[in-house]
C-alpha cells in the first residue's frame, strides 16, 4: 500500500510538474500517472481496487464542500442568474451527445447516458484556470459560477436517479424510500446543524482543530446515516454540506477541507486512469474524437448564442465553459456501478473526456488570462 501510494503522489507530483509547463489542467496528470503505472500499462501498481475504494472518499468530500457553497440566497440568485442559459445548454449538448452515439451503433442506453454527459462543463477546470479577480469581482466570473453550480446540483440528482435505477430493489420501492427517506434526512440534518452543530461552532469557534474534526465527523456521518435510510453516502455528504451552508463558518469550514478533498481526488483520478484499457482505445477513438471536438468547439458558440445579451466577454465566458466535466466521469463510475452502461460507451466516454480536457485547457491557457499561463502577459492570480 505504502509503494502504491508513493508512486501516485511522486508520480502526479512529476506528471503535474510537466502538465503546468505545458499549460494544462493537473487532473490530466493524475489520470496520466494512473494510464502509465496502472494494470493495462506498467502495472506497478497492484492494489488499484484499494485505491480506487479510498478514492470514493473524494467524492463523498467534493460533494460536501459543493453542499457548503450553496447558500440558500445564493441558490435564488444563481437560479435568476443561469437557470435559462444552464436549461437549454443542456438540452442542446445532450440531444448531440445522443445523436452521435446513435451514429456509431451504441444502444439506446448508453446514447442516453452519452447525452447526458455531454450537458455538463467541468467546474475544476473552469475555477481553476479563471483568475482570482475575475471569479469574485466581475459578471463574467458570477455567471461561470452560476451555471457550473447549477449543472453540478443537476448531476447530483441525475448520479442519484442512475443509482435507484440500477439498485435490485424494484424502482417503486426505490421512489418511495426517496420521497420518505429524504424529506426525513434532511429535516433532521437541518435540525441538528441549528440546534447543535452552530452553537458548538460558536462556542468552540477558536479551536480550528474542533472545528476540522466536527465537519468531518458531520459528513461521514450524515453519510452513514443516508444508507441506513436507504440512501446513498453521496445523498448524506451533499446534505451535510448544505445544511453547514448558512453557518458563519461555513467558509472557513471549505476552505480547510479543501485540501483533504484534494488529496482523496488525486487518488480517485488515479484510479480512473488505471481503469482505462489502453488496448482498446483504439476501439472507441474515433467516436471519443468526435464527442471532444464537438464539446470544446460547440459549446463555446451555443453558450455565445444564449449569452448574447451579456455584453462582458461573452467570448471569454463561453470558451471557458467549453469542455466535458468531471462530473461526467463520476455518472460515468455509478452508472457502470449500476450496470446501465456499457463497457465500451464507458471507455468512449472517459477518453473523450480527457479530450476535451487538454484542448479545452490548451486553448484557454494560450488565449486568455488563467493563473497558469505560460504567456506573462496573460498570466493572472
Not at 509503494?3 to 501516485?8: D, M, P, T
Not at 440566497?73 to 445523436?99: D, N, Y
Not at 451514429?103 to 455531454?118: A, H, N, P, Q, R
Request: proline content about 3%.
Amino acid at each position: 500500500m505504502l509503494f502504491s501510494l508513493f508512486l501516485v503522489f511522486f508520480g502526479a507530483a512529476v506528471m503535474a510538474t510537466i502538465a503546468l509547463y505545458a499549460g494544462q489542467a493537473l487532473l490530466l496528470a493524475y489520470i496520466s500517472v494512473g494510464i502509465l503505472v496502472g494494470p493495462w500499462g506498467l502495472n506497478l501498481v497492484s492494489n488499484a481496487d484499494l485505491i480506487a475504494d479510498m478514492a470514493n472518499i473524494g467524492i463523498l468530500f467534493l460533494l460536501f464542500l459543493l453542499g457548503l457553497n450553496l447558500e440558500i440566497a445564493e441558490l435564488q440568485k444563481m437560479f435568476k442568474q443561469a437557470v435559462v442559459v444552464t436549461a437549454l445548454s443542456s438540452m442542446v449538448f445532450a440531444v448531440v451527445g445522443f445523436v452521435v452515439a446513435q451514429l456509431f451503433s451504441f444502444s439506446f442506453v448508453d446514447s442516453v447516458i452519452t447525452g447526458i454527459v455531454m450537458m455538463f462543463s467541468s467546474t475544476i477546470i473552469a475555477l481553476k484556470l479563471l483568475p482570482t479577480s475575475a471569479l469574485h469581482h466581475q459578471r463574467m466570473g458570477e455567471l461561470i459560477v452560476s451555471v457550473l453550480l447549477l449543472q453540478d446540483v443537476f448531476a447530483i440528482f441525475i448520479m442519484i436517479f442512475l443509482q435507484s435505477v440500477g439498485h435490485e430493489k424494484p424502482l417503486v420501492m426505490e421512489s418511495v424510500i426517496l420521497l420518505i427517506g429524504l424529506p426525513v434526512l434532511i429535516i433532521a440534518a437541518w435540525q441538528v446543524s441549528k440546534h447543535v452543530l452552530t452553537r458548538l461552532f460558536l462556542k468552540f469557534d477558536q479551536i480550528q482543530e474542533y472545528l476540522f474534526l466536527v465537519a468531518i465527523g458531520w459528513c461521514l456521518g450524515l453519510s452513514e446515516l443516508s444508507t441506513v435510510l436507504g440512501l446513498s453516502h453521496e445523498i448524506g455528504a451533499f446534505i451535510a454540506g448544505v445544511t453547514l451552508a448558512t453557518s458563519p463558518i461555513a467558509r472557513f469550514l471549505a476552505e480547510s477541507l479543501k485540501p483533504l478533498r484534494d488529496f482523496f481526488l488525486v487518488l480517485f483520478f488515479f484510479a480512473l486512469g488505471a481503469s482505462i484499457n489502453l488496448n482498446k482505445v483504439p476501439e472507441v477513438l474515433l467516436p471519443a474524437i468526435c464527442l471532444a471536438v464537438l464539446g470544446v468547439f460547440l459549446k463555446p458558440i451555443v453558450f455565445r448564442f444564449l449569452l448574447k445579451n451579456e455584453q462582458e466577454k461573452a467570448r471569454e465566458t463561453s470558451a471557458r465553459l467549453s469542455q466535458i466535466s468531471e462530473f461526467s466521469l463520476l455518472i460515468i463510475v455509478v452508472a457502470i456501478q449500476s450496470k446501465l452502461l456499457s463497457e465500451r460507451a464507458a471507455l468512449m466516454l472517459q477518453t473523450a473526456t480527457l479530450l476535451s480536457f487538454v484542448l479545452s485547457s490548451y486553448w484557454v491557457v494560450k488565449y486568455y488570462p488563467t493563473p497558469i499561463a505560460t504567456d506573462k502577459r496573460l498570466r493572472r492570480d
